[in-house]
């Protein structure tokens, strides 16, 4: 016979035989079965069960509920989960190993196998069954309320309760016993909606059955009544028994309609998400011609059972359910975008903004805009997922706009927006670009640069919107261009206004989003660029210029670069990461004129960046590079009030 060492062996196991050390291993592994032999014991097949769901929890979890007087197939669905599972083959059928004329010796040759089986990967563990944690709950199962001839109705809930079947039985006070009506409702909470029609009076018996067990408190006691009107005859409408719409702490209503039913009692109860009855208060008031008015304030998000009866019998269509929302909160949602800004968009430019409502509840969005005449403008929405809308709007006339913001009917912060509109853009005389006008991190400097595009560039200024007061420098280049940073101190989005002669120039603002500062391994400030590439001389138009980025004291982040030409033609950048923290970095330089290199580590400017590479003469070009514009951008004078910040709440 197969041995086994589980346990160190002590003098008291040595003197045992090996029969007895594996009936004691049997004992421990099933405290809860008298096992005591080798044959009776097995005979309904439920302790080859017990014992494979011990080896294996979940393999055979139902044993318990065996049927006994089907020994083979209980002793057959163990035996192949332990040869399909355990690696335990079956040197014995199941039609031997329940007879009780087994030969003893063939069981324990079997059974010996047990104590090093072990479990295969992808077995199929279920559940315990716990047919007591399935609960049965409305008016078919409660002590009073049912009358003859009318349905009664009830759900189980078997969520907790593993996979089974539900059947209903319901007895009436002479005996008779006839099966409910079961429907699944293939729900997250697998119910099920029951239904009977009690025939005569007095006392019912509901017997709930899952798995063939009795769930929690059944049988139930139920005393059918004589009915006093006809509630199959009574109707109700309204937007509380609405599936959706309604939301908590918000109250709500509808009718009920009794005209020809006869004499009865309209009575309301609305059980909540955690099943109580007693958390919804309703008040029903009779409006006159046979119709009342229920009005209630539901307290809870959730499913809530809306329950109505007349003269005792639930009405048609009875229970609703009615899923009732987060409550609404517009003080939540927040808007931003360029397309609320209140100056510097110009017509015939497409506007955008984003609406924010996670968090805020259950509501309605709803997005007006009106244009100067006060009519309203076409808009364009997107759902973007996650409680996040994009709207679009294309004005064609210029003055001032209203972009109104209600969630559930109420504004949200900062509604309505005002919006002025400019009129078409015309000839630009500079641009701008560089991260800083998209993105940003709070405490480092923000960097973006404006060149010169005509020859008569005006003044200049420049002023930043946000969250926070932002400092901001420029720092005239002399070649026609600056560099111009700011520091914002607050996470948020920015409106970067970058004028000339007091007007935004075409597509200013620009929006940064600003992130809260990274961890602390993060050093912009250590890393390096070099190579001929960010030099001012020695390169060939249409030949790869490289250089190098050095990360390796910067800490862990993105590396970003962006480059232009002289002309506002972005040029691509190939990056190879040399995987040691360096990069090899190259672009092809097209015509023999200045190029400019920004270069960003975590969304910050790298010490130097922007490079400008403009030397006197390109290899393999006889070209002079053009001399400085006559009127380059700060040898104006440069507008320094347009660096009051507007802190907005």
Not at 178 to 199: G, H, I, L, M
Not at 220 to 247: C, H, R, W, Y
Not at 301 to 310: A, M
Not at 409 to 429: D, L, M, N, W, Y
Request: aromatic fraction near 8%; proline fraction near 8%; include cysteine.
């Amino acid at each position: 016979m197969p041995m086994w060492d589980e346990e160190e062996e002590t003098e008291e196991s040595k003197q045992k035989t090996p029969k007895q050390r594996l009936l004691g291993w049997i004992q421990n592994k099933l405290p809860e079965l008298p096992i005591t032999n080798f044959n009776r014991d097995w005979q309904t097949g439920k302790a080859l069960g017990a014992l494979v769901d011990s080896c294996a929890p979940g393999l055979c979890p139902d044993w318990d509920s065996w049927d006994q007087t089907k020994p083979v197939d209980n002793a057959r669905e163990a035996m192949q989960q332990a040869d399909d599972w355990l690696g335990v083959p079956q040197v014995i059928t199941p039609e031997e190993i329940v007879d009780p004329n087994v030969d003893e010796h063939s069981v324990m040759t079997y059974l010996s196998q047990f104590p090093k089986a072990k479990l295969k990967p992808g077995a199929p563990l279920r559940p315990k069954l716990n047919p007591k944690k399935a609960r049965a709950y409305g008016p078919g199962v409660e002590p009073t309320g049912n009358v003859v001839m009318k349905k009664a109705v009830f759900t189980v809930e078997t969520i907790s309760a593993g996979q089974g079947e539900v059947l209903v039985y319901v007895e009436d006070p002479a005996g008779h016993r006839e099966e409910a009506k079961v429907t699944a409702n293939n729900d997250k909470n697998r119910t099920y909606s029951v239904f009977y029609v009690p025939k005569v009076t007095g006392q019912h018996k509901v017997t709930v059955l899952f798995a063939g067990q009795h769930i929690s408190k059944s049988p139930f006691e139920v005393d059918v009544g004589m009915a006093q009107g006809d509630s199959s005859k009574v109707t109700a409408q309204g937007p509380g028994l609405e599936p959706a719409g309604n939301i908590a702490n918000k109250s709500t209503y509808f009718d009920v309609y009794t005209a020809g039913a006869g004499v009865g009692e309209v009575e309301v109860v609305i059980m909540d998400p955690s099943g109580r009855k007693d958390t919804v208060e309703s008040t029903v008031e009779d409006k006159g011609n046979s119709s009342y008015r229920c009005t209630y304030k539901p307290v809870q998000e959730g499913q809530h059972i809306v329950y109505i009866t007349f003269a005792g019998g639930q009405i048609s269509k009875s229970p609703y359910t009615v899923h009732v929302g987060e409550a609404c909160n517009p003080s939540l949602c927040r808007a931003k975008g360029r397309g609320l800004q209140p100056k510097g968009l110009r017509v015939k430019e497409t506007a955008e903004f984003k609406v924010y409502t996670k968090g805020a509840g259950t509501g309605d969005l709803k997005v007006t805009i009106k244009g100067p005449k006060g009519l309203e403008e076409p808009c364009k929405r997107k759902d973007l997922g996650d409680g996040v809308y994009s709207y679009e709007y294309y004005p064609t006339t210029p003055g001032n706009y209203i972009i109104t913001i209600t969630w559930g009917g109420h504004h949200i912060p900062r509604s309505p927006f005002e919006v002025k509109i400019g009129t078409e853009a015309g000839p630009q005389q500079v641009r701008a670009w560089g991260l800083g006008l998209e993105s940003g991190v709070v405490g480092k400097s923000a960097d973006f640069v404006v060149e010169a595009v005509g020859d008569d560039v005006g003044t200049l200024g420049f002023a930043v919107d946000g969250p926070s007061p932002a400092k901001i420098e420029c720092d005239d280049k002399g070649d026609g261009s600056c560099d111009v940073r700011y520091w914002p101190t607050e996470p948020g989005e920015y409106a970067v206004h970058v004028l000339c002669e007091n007007e935004d120039i075409q597509f200013s603002p620009f929006m940064a989003e600003i992130i809260p500062a990274p961890g602390k391994d993060f050093y912009s400030d250590k890393v390096k660029a070099y190579g001929p590439g960010l030099q001012s001389s020695g390169l060939s138009v249409g030949k790869p210029a490289e250089f190098t980025v050095d990360a390796k004291l910067g800490g862990k982040a993105p590396l970003k670069i962006q480059a232009q030409d002289r002309d506002g033609n972005p040029v691509d950048v190939q990056v190879k990461d040399n995987g040691n923290g360096t990069y090899s970095c190259s672009y092809t330089p097209r015509k023999p004129i200045k190029h400019t290199v920004m270069v960003s580590w975590g969304g910050v400017n790298i010490p130097e960046s922007p490079f400008r590479v403009s030397g006197d003469l390109w290899m393999g070009h006889a070209h002079k590079w053009p001399p400085p514009i006559e009127k380059t951008l700060f040898s104006l004078k440069f507008n320094f009030e347009t660096f009051c910040i507007l802190k907005l709440g």
